[in-house]
């Protein structure tokens, strides 16, 4: 059996093809075509590939028109909901679409702050949970033809249960792991799907924005003790999170794009349940604020806020309310607006630089229940 360097680490897999960062290309997202930086992906036999999918428009982030010009770019954001369309998840997707039908720009994008496939990540690239989970969920007409560019959370690598295929009747044939909704596979299925490496940096509006996709969980020091992987091999020890961090920074550096944003799995600051996250506190709160990013999104409490302390110039936003929602508050640190329950995000870029954040809850319906513009 192979083995692939990657990312995480070693993996059985075949055939054997070596990660390393990239840069490739140009994509046309929206109606305009814009530098393209399909991530700090592939190197290798494997970036070889991904170059030829590029250029030959079989494997690049997906080009819609809708809502997409030179003056404003908006987007959806929503997290930790993949739940077979139980747990709130069909009325939030219900609810999204209904949004993106009435905003006066329409989204050209989704973007998912990760735990796509509960309770343990996908088992294949044809495992019926993403059919489940995603493509019989998020099928509305508000969002039909919308790209979606997501990050993994811990879920995805198999976080739920004390070893990886403890839930799997059949343990010999137990593969789950994150690199399943890497790549091209899933697009095959579902052309919406996109993510295209663990971390990965997509361009918008003609050099309007950039958006950085960012894997948090090797960043998360108590998960190098973890046992999620099937092959006795902690997937999450091989990744030098300190490389991915010096990554960042310089494709922060090298953006010339009027505004930046990071996605990731983890927030930095949350009042929900797990709370603040002091490895990202230390590390990513003060690189995002050195390189003038706008607004960090992420999900993984189960819940939606904003918040903002006074010494970051950015805003800080969880929307992790894409399902299941059960887990309350612990204190109001840092917070201008949190609500326990399920919802989503939208978000609106415009040309003087501003970005629009509105928050939409399954209880109120299409009206927002809070706002601001950073």
């Known amino acids: 059996m192979d083995e692939r360097e990657s990312l995480w680490g070693r993996f059985p897999t075949e055939p054997r093809i070596n990660m390393e960062p990239l840069s490739i290309g140009s994509s046309r997202v929206g109606n305009k075509k814009v530098p393209g930086r399909a991530a700090w992906v592939v190197g290798g036999l494997a970036a070889v590939a991904l170059v030829i999918f590029a250029l030959s428009g079989l494997y690049s982030p997906v080009a819609r028109g809708n809502g997409a010009t030179s003056e404003s770019v908006t987007f959806l954001v929503v997290g930790d909901w993949g739940r077979e369309g139980t747990l709130n998840q069909t009325t939030v997707a219900e609810l999204m679409s209904e949004v993106a039908k009435g905003l006066a720009d329409p989204p050209l994008a989704v973007f998912s702050t990760g735990d796509n496939v509960y309770p343990n990540g996908l088992n294949s690239s044809d495992d019926p949970l993403f059919e489940r989970s995603f493509m019989n969920v998020y099928r509305g007409p508000g969002l039909a033809g919308v790209p979606w560019f997501a990050v993994l959370g811990n879920h995805d690598y198999g976080d739920g249960f004390w070893t990886l295929c403890e839930n799997d009747e059949d343990h010999a044939n137990c593969d789950r792991g994150p690199r399943h909704q890497l790549g091209d596979s899933l697009r095959r299925r579902d052309e919406r799907w996109n993510m295209p490496a663990p971390n990965y940096v997509q361009s918008f509006g003609d050099g309007l ?3 950085f996709f960012l894997d948090t969980n090797p960043w998360i020091e108590e998960y190098r003790d973890t046992k999620w992987s099937p092959w006795n091999v902690n997937i999450l020890q ?6 991915s961090l010096n990554t960042l920074d310089r494709r922060l550096a090298e953006s010339e794009a009027l505004v930046k944003i990071v996605v990731g799995h983890h927030p930095i600051r949350s009042n929900g349940d797990h709370g603040h996250n002091l490895d990202l506190v230390q590390n990513l709160e003060p690189l995002l604020n050195n390189h003038g990013v706008k607004v960090y999104f992420s999900g993984h409490d189960h819940d939606l806020e904003h918040l903002k302390t006074e010494d970051m110039g950015f805003h800080q936003v969880v929307s992790g309310a894409g399902s299941d929602c059960t887990r309350g508050f612990h204190g109001t640190d840092s917070s201008v607006f949190q609500y326990p329950w399920s919802g989503f995000v939208s ?3 415009r040309h003087d630089a501003t970005v629009h954040v509105q928050f939409f809850t399954a209880q ?10 950073a």
Do not use: Q
Request: charge should be negative.
């Open 209 to 211: 924005l950039d958006v």
């Open 347 to 349: 978000a609106t870029v």
């Open 238 to 243: 091989a990744e030098d999170w300190r490389e």
């Open 364 to 373: 109120n319906g299409s009206s927002p229940v809070h706002s601001f513009t």
